[in-house]
């Protein structure tokens, strides 16, 4: 390998946990200890790296974590990042420390902060999808998402099993403010009625449409999985407008809420974290900047960050057509 | 053995479902089929009962149902059966099919409804325990209240990865409308800095202190258990009573809600659903009634009905102070 | 749509057993009650249609089956298939009940005898990918691929709590006869100091090199995981020799064995599987044959069965060397 | 609380790790601190208790454990402490750091040494039952044995996956060398055809008469749990002495392992370990030596620690019969 683009990194952690932060931050730190860079850790995101809340990290820094949810380094939302001075003093710091990249693993808002701190003071910055919502450009999946998906299933298994034991209608909230992927995917998995998602304009009385034929096939009891950023109604309103058409039903409400985000990590996301933290680092050493790792069908590939932050991964139409197949 | 005291028996689960007992169906089934005892599963509870909704059951009929949460004789509560009517014509279609015993799944209202029944028809009965919530005198633990502690602490350990990762604060919201046991032992288990139950008189004000002694000794993110019943406040008035005394945390709240009562049962819940519906048959084939069948350090005993209902479970002390104690 | 090319379809399971079998069955035959197409399951794979063991197949056949592991087609391995005479045999009973198109779930040698079949006799058949092993060419995973990988994942995890607690070297190994892609995979999620697969060629002088280096950087006990098809040697060999050389070390081994083909399927395997069976069925529709459905990069995709059986997914080079840069 | 009879103690972990280790460790740590009594760590059992290998611990030492398992003070098994030099050696080390009073969280071995050590030198000591095996007197359950039973039965319920789709018949080997508790409850809670346990003196006519029943039942598929130390046979003999009568079975093994001793610590273990750790410490203080602390119907007891390895938690008859009956 040619000389590296970089000498000495740090690595942060930003904006909502993720399982598979852990395992991401022990990518890149191992990694860059194997190709002799030195790398700091950066505590609570954004705000560390205002403050200068570094900590230098070797290989046992990171032991014992690749199983662990959560962030080691904390995560947090800055919004001093977001002004100028900011910037600067974080900048500063960089510079004091001999930093020349910066691993950034969250979501949109982290990779919007990295973005601006490059094009600033022109450090090099590379992004690491870490977000529970898989609404990121440029990678298959994000890291957190498929343990997400696992845990509002199991959820959604459990709620199934007294939903049919007494004949109820659960109205199952999951998370997801923009995206429907959680929903769509646990959804389809859990043999909901309905799902509905932000990304589709859903009616009240297509949904009255399905509970009428679920009553035909003699089906007793139906979950229908709503994304947190649904725009037809809450959880508690559709409840409510349900309860209003269909009186005898028993309707009961589940909001799944801040678990989905915690637990060990799958192996899917273990894996992932892996590759792109290793990914991050071979790119800044590289002379990538200004872009996110990502996998796609297995292979490794940076994307512009300012198209990761743009685009966004498509909600694909078969999955809504095939999960109203499935659950009749 | 003796002659049986019964010849033809039916099982019934009632009130709100819970993990196991399908297991003791299963049971009540086998062991029925085992001693030469006819056997025969009411669908729904009490109403089943009301409207002859029996259904004739061998061996094979509970075939892989060990493991599976909820009811498959599906359970409900009948308005119903509390009128002398509802009563009437159960004990008519028991005698119609020659049923002289009946095993009961349930909780308090279950059991009130048994004891209720024998009274008036003199048709035996025997309960069997199934209710997550503990709240039953006569047996160490309730069928099911052990899969349901898991299930809570499992969330709340996935809980405890972001409110860490995020310096959080959450009140999270257990099952318990009348009992505290899922609270307090779920919240021992993921220590929690304080627990909230309906058995004990809290103050706001002792919570509060325990806030602060957690930020003398730098728990930077804590978590606080929440009986469904506690009568101080809700999880809701709790977080924001505590927003206005701490207006620097950042709080959050989780309702666990259903997914407590679901899921496939634990091992100590598949083994105490086994014996208990094994000596609910064999009890009332030795001729016992008005009875509960329920397990005390390992030993099988019979607790008179009437007792079952009117005493309760009490929170052990110990664990309130051990719980205080292990929580620094 | 225009005219289906099928009216009247069979399917079955086929080899060994992965989880999400039963959620591709579900897919199938609720796709084509969807699509007024006919469907038929057949028992216990190609002997199943030999011996014209067919069961007609509507939307309540395949509920509540989504979650569960297993087939509950059931599966098993026919030699008679392999003859001339079974195929004519299984043609005949195709003809008299008019089915003309069949879909095969299962791996290698399900779609070689699909594809032989489909030579001899023009049924249309098409393949659906379901073997825990992954080794099958024109799908990123195979359907009970993610659920193996975290069952592997969660035992490994637990034997590390062991041999940590001891300062122990496990050797444990993990299924895959001809493929390394469950080793490989979790044993990187694991962080194995190890991973022995048959597709690279390792040297017991290697594994000691690594022994040795980790005993440098302090590391006190270690996983090595070996793939079921190591050519090097299996476990209990390893252990033997490992231990000649160092007999200081406590060592053990594990063999996970067949849990790892049973237990619940994931979220992304009842996706996978829903969507490949949705797509198995509107393939034969549209008049594929001889082609198996597969996911890429989460688009649908139809591959030439030839090429499925011939061609193998690769494993990544770059995962082996981040297994080795991480597990330090 | 009058006076403590105890002013500074050391805990340590030995023998087998059992989940739910940590849990007492962070309990006896806690309340020592509590009670403003100081505790040392000592690590890798009586090992560290030779070697001086003490280490200080407060509130902060054992944070984020109680869901861990393992034991973070590590285990061993000390030839040298079964020599007076050895337990010598270890005294002098108590001496000199003015240790009045040990926690030892083990087994019968465990005990074993603490009852020789309190015997020669006065030290004060209490065994706090930590062992999978259950095989300890003067408590209802040990820590680690909930946790095992559950992870046994996961197990095997995904093994009855495979066992069923494709009509086989598995061996599986459960822990247990002397004890048949974890084989009996995880056989009973899998309902295994048959569970062959060193308590009970097996025959293999018996096993081959119920091979044949199931066969007339129509069972296609079986699972018989064998522990450890059965004395008929391992499953490896089992295996081929069944393949002999029953040629056409489709026989496996599988052997579960040391996976059984690790994984996070079910509700009830780490409840169980979190009573008594405080139960140890506090019976120090009040001036028992020699006991060791138990649960019985929740209920903490001492128990003499010669009456605790002398005697034996026996195998309930009951739950043999309810298995054999139940198995149909």
């Known amino acids: 390998m040619k000389e590296s683009a970089v000498k000495k990194i740090a690595v942060l952690t930003s904006g909502g946990d993720a ?10 730190v191992r990694t860059a200890n194997y190709y002799d860079i030195e790398c700091y850790g950066v505590r609570e995101g954004y705000n560390g790296l205002i403050n200068g809340d570094f900590l230098k990290m070797g290989p046992r820094s990171v032991k014992n974590i690749i ?35 910066l ?36 990678t298959d999946n994000t890291i957190g998402y498929d343990t997400a998906l696992n845990t509002a299933m199991d959820a959604i298994d459990k709620i199934r099993d007294t939903a049919t034991s007494h004949n109820r209608v659960f109205f199952v909230e999951v998370m997801g403010r923009d995206a429907g992927f959680i929903a769509l995917n646990s959804g389809l998995a859990t043999g909901a009625l309905d799902i509905l998602i932000p990304e589709r304009k859903d009616s009240i009385d297509e949904l009255f449409t399905n509970f009428r034929n679920a009553e035909k096939t003699g089906k007793a009891s139906s979950i229908v999985v709503v994304a947190e950023g ?17 009186p005898d039903y028993d309707i009961r409400v589940a909001i799944l809420g801040h678990m989905q985000r915690g637990g060990s990590p799958s ?6 974290a892996s590759r792109l933290g290793y990914g991050a680092v071979t790119g800044l050493m590289e002379g990538k900047t200004n872009v996110m790792a990502g996998m796609r069908s297995n292979d490794l590939v940076y994307t512009p960050i300012e198209e990761a932050i ?14 109203k197949i499935l659950a009749i």
Chains 1, 2, 3, 4 share one sequence.
Not at 230 to 246: G, P, S
Not at 267 to 272: E, M, P, Q, S
Not at 310 to 323: M, Q, R
């Open 267 to 272: 192996c899917a996301d273990r894996v992932l």
């Open 310 to 323: 743009k685009k966004h991964n498509e909600i694909n139409k078969d999955l809504l057509l095939i999960s």
């Open 103 to 138: 691993v950034c693993i969250g979501g949109d808002g982290t990779f919007t902060g990295a973005k601006i701190f490059n094009e600033e003071f022109g450090i090099r910055v590379i992004g690491v999808p870490g977000t529970i919502d898989n609404d990121i450009f440029g």
């Open 19 to 28: 399982p598979g932060m852990n395992a991401a931050l022990r990518a890149v």
């Open 230 to 246: 649904e725009k037809l109604a809450n959880v508690y309103e559709l409840a409510e407008k349900t309860k209003k058409d269909f």
């Open 67 to 101: 199983n662990q949810g959560g962030t080691i380094l904390k995560s947090a939302r800055s919004m001093e990042f977001k002004t100028k001075e900011g910037r600067q003093k974080a900048y500063d710091h960089c510079v004091r420390l001999g930093i020349d990249g």
